[in-house]
């Protein structure tokens, strides 16, 4: 009954010893017995011993079971274990299995991004004075974040670049960077592998024409302070486009939110573009939730009402999917 009435399995810590029964189809208790009689995904968060976790057999074990396609995995974290060595092996952090499961009942477990190499930039950026004083915006990188868990959950390589204080959830490959021309460079370096590529980082548009190396005294603050444009990332990578990649953007705006995200979908060479309104309340920086429209290079247009990060993530891959990308 229980494998009938659920949505959702999560077995969090998965023990070596359940991981092997799962593979071979031993069902000697309860929770294997349910596991057997279920039809819906299952999400396994291990956690053991690091030797445990590196032997043959279990890592023979962990392969082969995914060849069944009800079942996900967090993977496994390095850290203090409960043998009090440090090593990898640490069940995932509460809040990013929760996550998955918010992720995996939103999709009831598809893969729809399987095969796909997704390239996302997530963040504020900060262009310093001087090695207190910066340029910067109230970009938290919530939706970039989300947008990189929720392609990560749908089976898609993703690597992140971001400004994020926060440790980047497991599967995700994170490269942290400060400065727009940073943020410039690891996204060209990894541009031409990826298949889709999202710029939701809030870039900086300027930046001081000379950093002091020295906190600059008070005193010593110009009045008007001289500023240079800083590289516009995302009208060179719709420059650099190729035919089979998907370049998505994003534009926060007050006001008419529409008419400019027209335009910067067109003259940027974007795909498709989401516009979310800033001045509206529980929306837009540093908020758990946020408000859009989707618009495509098809002309489509989707209005998403106020949801939380994750599901409006889910919302933009289901717009694109929908869409068709290029491959």
């Given at each position: 009954?229980?494998?009938?009435?659920?949505?959702?399995?999560?077995?969090?810590?998965?023990?070596?010893?359940?991981?092997?029964?799962?593979?071979?189809?031993?069902?000697?208790?309860?929770?294997?017995?349910?596991?057997?009689?279920?039809?819906?995904?299952?999400?396994?968060?291990?956690?053991?011993?690091?030797?445990?976790?590196?032997?043959?057999?279990?890592?023979?074990?962990?392969?082969?079971?995914?060849?069944?396609?009800?079942?996900?995995?967090?993977?496994?974290?390095?850290?203090?274990?409960?043998?009090?060595?440090?090593?990898?092996?640490?069940?995932?952090?509460?809040?990013?299995?929760?996550?998955?499961?918010?992720?995996?009942?939103?999709?009831?477990?598809?893969?729809?991004?399987?095969?796909?190499?997704?390239?996302?930039?997530?963040?504020?950026?900060?262009?310093?004075?001087?090695?207190?004083?910066?340029?910067?915006?109230?970009?938290?990188?919530?939706?970039?974040?989300?947008?990189?868990?929720?392609?990560?959950?749908?089976?898609?390589?993703?690597?992140?670049?971001?400004?994020?204080?926060?440790d980047i959830p497991l599967?995700?490959?994170?490269?942290?960077?400060?400065?727009?021309?940073?943020?410039?460079?690891?996204?060209?370096?990894?541009?031409?592998?990826?298949?889709?590529?999202?710029?939701?980082?809030?870039?900086?548009?300027?930046?001081?024409?000379?950093?002091?190396?020295?906190?600059?005294?008070?005193?010593?603050?110009?009045?008007?302070?001289?500023?240079?444009?800083?590289?516009?990332?995302?009208?060179?990578?719709?420059?650099?486009?190729?035919?089979?990649?998907?370049?998505?953007?994003?534009?926060?705006?007050?006001?008419?939110?529409?008419?400019?995200?027209?335009?910067?979908?067109?003259?940027?060479?974007?795909?498709?573009?989401?516009?979310?309104?800033?001045?509206?309340?529980?929306?837009?920086?540093?908020?758990?939730?946020?408000?859009?429209?989707f618009l495509d290079h098809?002309?489509?247009?989707?209005?998403?009402?106020?949801?939380?990060?994750?599901?409006?993530?889910?919302?933009?891959?289901?717009?694109?999917?929908?869409?068709?990308?290029?491959?």
């Amino acid at each position: 009954d229980l494998g009938e009435w659920a949505d959702l399995l999560v077995i969090a810590p998965l023990s070596a010893n359940t991981l092997a029964k799962l593979t071979h189809g031993i069902a000697d208790n309860l929770l294997t017995n349910t596991v057997l009689a279920s039809t819906c995904p299952i999400l396994l968060a291990p956690a053991m011993n690091t030797d445990m976790w590196e032997q043959v057999a279990v890592q023979r074990n962990w392969q082969q079971l995914f060849t069944d396609p009800r079942y996900h995995q967090t993977g496994t974290a390095s850290g203090i274990l409960a043998c009090d060595r440090v090593g990898t092996g640490r069940m995932a952090e509460p809040a990013e299995i929760v996550t998955y499961i918010n992720s995996l009942i939103q999709t009831q477990g598809q893969r729809d991004l399987a095969g796909l190499r997704v390239l996302i930039s997530a963040g504020g950026t900060r262009e310093y004075l001087d090695p207190v004083r910066f340029i910067g915006n109230p970009s938290t990188g919530k939706m970039g974040l989300a947008l990189a868990q929720a392609a990560h959950h749908r089976g898609a390589t993703v690597t992140l670049v971001h400004t994020l204080t926060q440790d980047i959830p497991l599967g995700i490959q994170g490269i942290s960077v400060t400065t727009a021309e940073q943020m410039q460079q690891k996204m060209l370096q990894h541009f031409p592998q990826a298949d889709i590529i999202i710029m939701s980082a809030a870039v900086a548009d300027v930046k001081p024409t000379e950093y002091s190396p020295e906190k600059l005294p008070k005193r010593s603050l110009p009045e008007n302070l001289p500023l240079t444009p800083v590289p516009d990332i995302l009208a060179e990578l719709g420059n650099r486009k190729q035919p089979h990649q998907y370049l998505i953007g994003f534009a926060a705006q007050t006001g008419d939110i529409i008419t400019p995200a027209w335009e910067k979908l067109q003259q940027k060479k974007l795909d498709a573009i989401a516009a979310n309104p800033i001045d509206q309340p529980n929306s837009g920086f540093g908020s758990d939730n946020n408000t859009a429209v989707f618009l495509d290079h098809q002309g489509r247009k989707e209005e998403i009402a106020n949801c939380s990060k994750l599901e409006m993530a889910h919302r933009l891959w289901e717009f694109v999917k929908r869409g068709g990308t290029r491959r």
